[in-house]
């Protein structure tokens, strides 16, 4: 089991959607902690600002332009990073976005973004990249991000929820993957509480039913006032995958109760039911 410190004080780390958000703090302490960071985002801008940041403390870093939903950008990512920087260490498919809306309502456009995008994003990541790592046979670290809501439900969230569901099934069977094949790679599935990001912010306007609007103000301000610290939350998000854990997490209480509630509705094989704070969040009781 090794710390941030050795397990990160050199090495490629290429992470995507890192223009912003968890993907920016991540790449900011991959900085700090010694790697040459990969920062990948849609927008050329964003990636440009967090590899200049890097760079004037000191570090290592190069910006990209990657659109994780089309996966030709994926392999051709993963080719030029191993032609240019050599063997990938840390791998962090971290791009997503949140959708909110009844299902019925959310136009076609935004469900194929949403799913092409967080899931097919996650997906393509680990495709274009894993063959170069198992060929490298070195140690290495694969990072996928869930979320807590991939243990609950919670309606009019309900494109981005599935999505989180898949990422989780897709890194838990990823894990026995590398386990069957003897592989030195760490899967980690990285369940973020709620960190201060501008997640809430990027899906207005984009499709998103006016509907919508209330129950995402409702999110943006419960981020605000009660989200963690980005760059403490990304602090401990490398710590916990650097020791090659698989469950890692930012506020394990949240992780915990969400975790409680699947399991008494499983075994309860009770209705969907919600939880007080998820009622108060969408304005019922
Ligand atoms: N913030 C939280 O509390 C929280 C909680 C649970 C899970 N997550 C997950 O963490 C990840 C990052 O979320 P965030 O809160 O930092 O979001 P954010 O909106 O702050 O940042 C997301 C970044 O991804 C980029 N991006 C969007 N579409 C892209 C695409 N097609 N290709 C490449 N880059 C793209 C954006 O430009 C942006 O820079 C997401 O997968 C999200 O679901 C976040």
């Known amino acids: ?32 902690l010694g790697m040459t960071v990969v920062v990948t985002d849609i927008s050329s801008e964003r990636a440009e600002a967090v590899a200049a940041e890097i760079k004037a403390k000191g570090g290592r870093a190069e910006a990209m332009v990657v659109d994780v939903s089309k996966p030709a950008e994926l392999d051709r990512l993963a080719a030029e990073v191993v032609d240019r920087f ?81 990422v989780q099934s897709f890194t838990e069977c990823l894990y026995l993957e590398m386990q069957l094949k003897q592989a030195p790679i760490h899967v980690s599935s990285i369940m973020p509480g709620m960190l201060k990001t501008s997640i809430f912010e990027a899906a207005a306007g984009k499709g998103e039913p006016e509907a919508a609007s209330a129950h995402r103000k409702a999110m943006f301000d419960l981020m605000a006032n009660y989200g963690m610290d980005l760059a403490e939350g990304c602090q401990r998000i490398l710590e916990q995958v650097a020791e090659g854990k698989f469950w890692v997490s930012t506020q394990p209480e949240m992780t915990q109760a969400a975790v409680d509630g699947r399991i008494q509705f499983f075994r309860d094989q009770s209705p969907p039911f919600l939880a007080g704070e998820a009622k108060q969040l969408l304005g019922i009781d």
Do not use: C
């Open 1 to 32: 089991m090794k710390t941030d410190t050795e397990a990160f004080a050199g090495g490629v780390a290429v992470i995507t959607g890192a223009g912003a958000g968890i993907g920016s703090g991540l790449a900011r302490r991959a900085g700090e």
């Open 86 to 166: 050599g063997d990938v260490r840390l791998l962090v498919n971290n791009a997503g976005i949140e959708t909110i809306g009844y299902t019925w309502e959310i136009p076609a456009d935004r469900w194929e973004a949403t799913l092409n995008i967080n899931i097919h994003g996650v997906v393509h990541g680990v495709r274009a990249f894993a063959p170069y790592m198992l060929e490298a046979g070195k140690e290495a670290w694969i990072a996928n991000l869930a979320s807590v809501g991939a243990f609950s439900v919670m309606p009019t969230q309900t494109a981005y929820i599935m999505t989180k569901h898949a």
